[in-house]
């Protein structure tokens, strides 16, 4: 359970909305892609004109305080709008992933006892709407989908403002955030106002975001890592946040916005390695880089092709960052903050320093944050004033999720090395043992396969086999050169020989049979990964485990399978 905080009153979220509304009205704060390169600008004073407009319409509905009123969307001026006028409301927000399928949708809505839905930008309405259940009030959003739905515009346009200050008390429910879902169906994590505002007050201490700061939103909102640092980093600093209006658009999206801070996951940060390599082969990306004269303007231009020339904070997690993948940043003058946390504490735990790499580790922990290592498990247990008040109607769940003296159980084992860095050497659970009874843990493994041209995302399994297999999912543009077979077999020996390097590199009991190339592409619509690209083990075992025995017994270095 969250330990006593010492956030101020100010700090909390509406404090910090009427605090910019009075002091910075024409401040813009947020810039919205409306498509074919056209944006709309907004500043203090038009968010919160709209926000309190839709907050006045909730109040006219009649809900009781504290009802949960949903957001389904993908990243927009008006997600933040939603939300703004939910809590002004007096109400709690659910966000739902927008990439869900119909029935996590109807699950969550159901459980939460959601009493409205905002539907807003959204690619494949058709397959979500399905997921709302009929007789549910929905409102529609700028850039949603086409639907029957009243229109956000009209509303705020016919209802005045709501007036005054109106202020939550810090210990109130503000949201609940259903998890991902990679250990089964999601569970609603409730977090106050003030495990928000204290886990952003330290999260500064650490990373010092300023209000000159400008970033780009893209990954998920309803996600604990973008919700803290855009939405609650907006709050805090009135700093400059750009969405990104598509996955085609990104690179125009990177060069608009120019973000001064930049989080993305690791598998976004390989991918700009690859870009990068596509255009310049690796080993003479490497000498340039050693040579002093030149060393610095060919870093200027590979960043700036990537939008990235005028950050100065750059951040990576929800996953491990593979050190070689750190080492080759801080190559360019890009040293990457690893930063730890979940959305039970808000994802603020652990994250090494600015400008000092600590490759293979997340840091130190946060001001604030106590951390343990169980003595028998190795697993990382954390204490803080940022933990939540627990799973929304899962009493059970709530107690399993701490230890019987208060610490969250995160489930990640770790070390700690001699200056008392973090190190994360896997899920508690995701350990395996083989046929040979010797435990493997695949993580670090996982973070070596990966680092391969080709490979997009793999996964390191075997339970019961003589040795552990790895399988994985090559980039789009490997995917389609694979289906010339002459093609196919020099990335076959090339994958070989980079199993060899890895296999170098483990004890006897590690090393891997094979590794299976699979031609399906794992996406969230299919149920393989995340929303924020986390693969889903259980989903890997249930597909591919009768064909382990089988995969092994070709005696081949590189399986092809073509699902």
Avoid at 72 to 83: G, P, R, T
Avoid at 413 to 426: F, S, V
């Amino acid at each position: 359970m969250p330990t006593p905080s010492t956030v101020s009153p100010d700090a909390l979220a509406l404090q910090r909305l009427h605090h910019w509304e009075r002091t910075a009205p024409d401040r813009v704060i947020l810039t919205q892609p409306l498509g074919g390169g056209a944006v709309r600008d907004y500043t203090w004073a038009q968010v919160m004109d709209e926000s309190r407009r839709m907050a006045a319409h909730l109040q006219a509905l009649g809900f009781a305080p504290g009802s949960r009123i949903a957001i389904l969307s993908k990243n927009c001026a008006h997600w933040l709008m939603c939300d703004f006028a939910i809590w002004l409301a007096g109400h709690v927000s659910v966000p739902l992933y927008p990439t869900l399928a119909a029935g996590t949708i109807r699950q969550i809505l159901a459980h939460s006892e959601a009493r409205l839905l905002f539907v807003g930008k959204l690619d494949g309405w058709d397959a979500m709407q399905p997921g709302v259940p009929d007789g549910l009030p929905c409102i529609a959003t700028p850039l949603a989908p086409r639907t029957h739905y009243p229109q956000w515009e009209a509303i705020v346009a016919e209802t005045p403002p709501l007036r005054g200050e109106p202020l939550r008390d810090g210990g109130e429910l503000a949201t609940i955030m259903y998890t991902s879902g990679t250990t089964g169906m999601p569970k609603g994590v409730m977090h106050s106002f003030e495990t928000f505002a204290w886990s952003l007050s330290t999260a500064l201490k650490r990373v010092p975001l300023q209000g000159d700061a400008r970033m780009l939103s893209y990954l998920p909102l309803a996600h604990v890592a973008e919700r803290t640092l855009v939405e609650h980093g907006l709050l805090a600093t009135s700093m400059h946040v750009y969405f990104a209006e598509s996955l085609e658009t990104f690179g125009a999206d990177m060069q608009r916005a120019r973000p001064t801070c930049f989080f993305s996951v690791p598998r976004l940060w390989v991918k700009f390695q690859q870009g990068v390599h596509a255009k310049m082969p690796p080993d003479k990306l490497a000498r340039l880089l050693k040579l002093p004269i030149v060393r610095r303007i060919v870093a200027k231009k590979v960043l700036t092709a990537l939008g990235l020339d005028q950050c100065t904070i750059a951040a990576g997690g929800a996953a491990p960052m593979p050190p070689e993948l750190l080492r080759w940043y801080e190559r360019l003058g890009l040293p990457i903050i690893e930063v730890y946390g979940m959305t039970e504490n808000c994802g603020v735990s652990h994250a090494t320093l600015p400008g000092v790499q600590r490759p293979g580790t997340v840091g130190l922990a946060y001001d604030g944050v106590q951390s343990r290592l169980d003595p028998q498990t190795g697993e990382i247990q954390v204490k803080s004033p940022g933990l939540m008040l627990g799973y929304y109607k899962e009493s059970e769940l709530t107690r399993d999720a701490f230890t019987a003296d208060g610490w969250l159980h995160t489930g990640d084992k770790g070390q700690l090395d001699a200056e008392g860095n973090l190190r994360i050497t896997g899920r508690v659970k995701d350990l395996f043992k083989t046929s040979k009874g010797k435990y493997v843990a695949p993580a670090p493994i996982e973070d070596k396969l990966v680092m391969n041209g080709v490979v997009e995302a793999c996964v390191v399994t075997g339970a019961n086999l003589g040795q552990p297999l790895g399988i994985v999912m090559l980039n789009a543009e490997s995917a389609k050169r694979a289906e010339d077979s002459t093609q196919r077999q020099a990335m076959a020996v090339s994958l070989s020989a980079h199993l060899d390097a890895v296999n170098a590199q483990l004890d006897p009991h590690e090393q891997l049979d094979c590794l299976v190339v699979v031609s399906e592409p794992w996406t969230v619509d299919n149920g393989f990964i995340t929303p924020t690209f986390k693969v889903k083990r259980n989903r890997i075992e249930e597909v591919y485990a009768p064909l382990y025995e089988r995969w092994t017994g070709t005696h081949q270095r590189v399986v092809w399978h073509h699902g």
